[in-house]
């Protein structure tokens, strides 16, 4: 009997047990140990009862996602799940932790499942472009209805024992998992129905309401799940089992299952969960243990410190904010108590546990009360020299050891630490607004930074539920320096001849919600125009310059703040319509620099827009700004809105071929080359029949 699965013998009740941390998945090696064990439990004439049971942490998770892609090896788990449930001695599935995936497919076989107060159960394999591809499309609607099992289904999203008691999929809540299932099964072997035969052979009706059930989901998916196909065809697979006896409708899942693993979306998808755990191996943890953090000082109650304020609160971190004076003080108290209040009047915190948090809050406009917290977030204003003034005034005021992080969003780590005497324990964590939601966390890595602090940026971050990325030290770090590229190459599309609006529409329909200049409304213009000023001074002059986006600031036009920006916006409305005005005021720059308008098709407006973001990802890696090209996925989809199914520019350019994004570079640099020319990395990759996915080790 393989160690990863155990089988013990309690009198007339055989236990097996999954042992495959971290996560009990459902491995080769556990497949084949589950049946020896099931056949063991089943040719002993002693036992009546058998009890499966996760060991560690969780029972299964889920298959081993590091296994797709690999021709599949037997016992296959749908295989598995058809003989749990035509044993004839009573199955029981104990639940503790996560049962997702084929981990609750296997409970669902089972003849009864019981779970803890705690447990949480669901089919996430939606977010990785499949479906549940072991019975659950035709076991759970039999077990909870059509509706219940759809939104578990097409959401992925767990839901916690208590719900899963009340729609009918597990049987009881117990805590001591084992011997309430043990008292479970010697309560239920001996019923007449013994050996059990599961409801779950019954066919769901085919009612009118039904199938009105269906149809209302599949029109709600077409917006929400705009582009995905694995939902639509969870729903195929639940509309199926209408009509089909079980084993037909297993079939049918099967078909379905393979279909969606050898799409692209699920590739991608797949790609993107492994990413967003990878982004956090990097070497200085492996060379250095983090710093302890209990306490956090925050400098700023502005909209990023009270973010990040609330980020720390919720990760269970006393917080001691500093403001400058009363007002603005003031204002940082309200910024924060609204985000819970908001939370107890939507009903996703109670007010016990509001004030629970608040009372690690502690607000005040004395910089002295940081001497003892085990870390400070700078997140004051956007200025070189108001940045360097806190950090003397902390460096005198931070106990030793004290992490001294700022959380500037393009400025120069090295420079603010220089003014400290301790450079070493200062690192840049640039938060993504509103920073108590996004999930990416840029940590950026100045020169002189010891190892043990940016193992305790990865560890806050971790504590915090973030997506961290080891970032280099240079202008915009890695998602701002690369956004801005693929910004200006938006701008010589419009100044070329598209519209912003043909822009925009290209990039949604790519699978981002919002294009470029609907992103530049939303966040405002005059944050971009500073920074062209900023950079006026030291911009490459060879560097084609478009000046329409200025010629909209000049006007005030900063966008939904003020009422127009690149769209026009009617009081209240979020979604802007298209202004004649603007069209000609880029016509005016167009003939100013003689440009004679061209059209531009969907597909090479995305052509120019991803090569130019592949192109500037290729060079922060080459320039060690990132780790690793997932690395660049992670920010992208995580901190910009690439679309998940496309799995972030990196490995959307491996899908597309490195060779035609380097044939593209090639042709457009022959219209610019010190904009176009490509990377040295994407001509070696190219040159040397390798792809960026080579270099994610
Ligand atoms: N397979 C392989 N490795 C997995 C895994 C899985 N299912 N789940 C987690 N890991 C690894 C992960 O990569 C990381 O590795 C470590 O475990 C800890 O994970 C037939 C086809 C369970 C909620 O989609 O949601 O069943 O980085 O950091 O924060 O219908 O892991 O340490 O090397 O995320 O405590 C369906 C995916 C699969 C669940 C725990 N199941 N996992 O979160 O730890 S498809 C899933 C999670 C399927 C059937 C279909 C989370 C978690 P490393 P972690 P965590």
Redesign the pocket.
Known sequence: MAEVINLSIEEDLAIISFNNP??N??GLAVRKGLVEALNAAENNVNVRAIILIGEG??FP??????EFGHPPQEPH?PAICDKIEKTKKPVISALHG?A????L?IALSSHYRIASEKTKIG???V??G?????G?TQRLPRLAGIVPALKIMTSGNPISSTEALKIGIIDKIAEDLLLNAKSFARENMGKNNYPITSNIQDKIIDSEENRGAIKSFREELQKKARGLLAPQKIVDCVEASLSLKIEDGLKFERNA?SELMATKQSKALIHA??AE??S??IPEIARATHRSISSLGVIGGGTMGSGITVAALNAGLHVKMIEKDKDSIDRGIRNVRKVYERDVEKGRMNLEKKEKILSNYEPSTDMQNLSQVDMVIEAVYEEMEIKKSVFRKLDKIAKDGAVLASNTSYLNIDEIASVTKRPQDVIGLHFFSPANIMRLLEIVIPGKVADDVVATGFHLAKRMKKVPVRAGNCDGFIGNRILSTYGEAAGYIMEDGASPYEIDKAIVNFGYPMGPYQMFDLAGGDIGWATRKRKSATRNPKLRYVEISDRLCENGWFGQKTGRGFYRYTEGERRGKEDPEVLNIIQIEREKKGIKPKDFSEEEILRRYLGAMINESAKVIEENMALRPSDIDVTKLYGYGFPRHKGGPMHYADTYGLNKILDDLNAFSEEDPVFWSPSQLIVDLVSSGKNFNSLNK
Do not use: M, N, Y
Request: glycine content about 16%; cysteine-free.
């Open positions: 971290p996560v998945s459902l942490s969780t998770a889920g298959a081993d996602i590091k788990l996560t997702l995936g084929g981990g497919e089919l996430p394999e977010h990785l499949l479906l549940p591809g072991a659950g299952f969960f492994f755990r990878k956090a191996k």
